[in-house]
T-cell receptor, first 115, second 113 residues
Framework: DTAVSQTPKYLVTQMGNDKSIKCEQNLGHDTMYWYKQDSKKFLKIMFS???????INETVPNRFSPKSPDKAHLNLHINSLELGDSAVYFCASSQEGVAPTDTQYFGPGTRLTVL | GDSVTQMEGPVTLSEEAFLTINCTYTATGYPSLFWYVQYPGEGLQLLLKATKADDKGSNKGFEATYRKETTSFHLEKGSVQVSDSAVYFCALSESGGYQKVTFGTGTKLQVIP
C-alpha cells in the first residue's frame, strides 16, 4: 500500500522532448508538492497545490507545468527538455499544508536523465 | 529569507560510534524543525521533529533538541548501525500562510562494520 507513488521511476530522453511525470497519494491529504533534487542532493521546492489550487510556484521555468486533476493527483509536464533538467524529481504530500508542523510524505522519486 | 545550514559530509563512522550532525537555521518567526532521512534509492521520510523551543524530537535512537538561543537542531545518536547509512536532511517550516519547507543540503552518513 504505497502512500505516495510516482511513475515512471526512471526516465531517459533526448533534449527538446516533452515528458510527464505522474504522482498519486492515497493518504487523503489536501496538499501536494513537487521538489527537484540535483546531483549534490540539494532539494528545492518547485510547486505546491492545495485541493487542486496552485499555492506555491517558485522560480521555475515556464517549461514546467504542474496539473492537479483532483487532490489525490499532481502531475508534472516538462516541455522542451534541457540538459540541466536532469535530476531526481520528488512528489510529496501533507495533511493540510497549512500548519508548519505538518509532516511531508515523499514518493520514491523519478530520475530524469536528459541526453 | 529562511535558510538551513548543515555540516558537510560525508561523515564516516564505525558501527557503535556516537553521531552528531550539526544543523543551524535562520528564520524570521518561530519555525517547526525537522530531520528527514533518505535511504539509498528512496524518497525522504520523516525521522523526527520539534515544533517549539526546548522540545526534543526522538525516534529510532536519534534525538534532536530545538535550541532557540543558538538557533540549532543538532541530530545525535549514541550508537550508530550500518543500517543508519543514509543522507540526513535538516529542515524548517515557518508559520503563517501555506507550509513551505526549507531543506538543508543534506549530510551523507556512512557507517562501516
Amino acid at each position: 500500500d504505497t502512500a505516495v507513488s510516482q511513475t515512471p521511476k526512471y526516465l531517459v530522453t533526448q533534449m527538446g522532448n516533452d515528458k510527464s511525470i505522474k504522482c498519486e497519494q492515497n493518504l487523503g491529504h489536501d496538499t501536494m508538492y513537487w521538489y527537484k533534487q540535483d546531483s549534490k542532493k540539494f532539494l528545492k521546492i518547485m510547486f505546491s497545490y492545495n485541493n487542486k489550487e496552485l499555492i506555491i510556484n517558485e522560480t521555475v521555468p515556464n517549461r514546467f507545468s504542474p496539473k492537479s486533476p483532483d487532490k489525490a493527483h499532481l502531475n508534472l509536464h516538462i516541455n522542451s527538455l534541457e540538459l540541466g533538467d536532469s535530476a531526481v524529481y520528488f512528489c510529496a504530500s501533507s495533511q493540510e499544508g497549512v500548519a508548519p508542523t505538518d509532516t511531508q510524505y515523499f514518493g520514491p522519486g523519478t530520475r530524469l536523465t536528459v541526453l | 529569507g529562511d535558510s538551513v545550514t548543515q555540516m558537510e559530509g560525508p561523515v564516516t563512522l564505525s558501527e557503535e560510534a556516537f553521531l552528531t550532525i550539526n544543523c543551524t537555521y535562520t528564520a524570521t518567526g518561530y519555525p517547526s524543525l525537522f530531520w528527514y532521512v533518505q535511504y539509498p534509492g528512496e524518497g525522504l521520510q520523516l525521522l523526527l521533529k520539534a515544533t517549539k523551543a526546548d522540545d526534543k524530537g526522538s525516534n529510532k535512537g536519534f534525538e534532536a533538541t530545538y535550541r532557540k538561543e543558538t538557533t540549532s537542531f543538532h541530530l545525535e545518536k549514541g550508537s550508530v548501525q550500518v543500517s543508519d547509512s543514509a543522507v540526513y536532511f535538516c529542515a524548517l517550516s515557518e508559520s503563517g500562510g501555506y507550509q513551505k519547507v526549507t531543506f538543508g543540503t543534506g549530510t551523507k552518513l556512512q557507517v562501516i562494520p
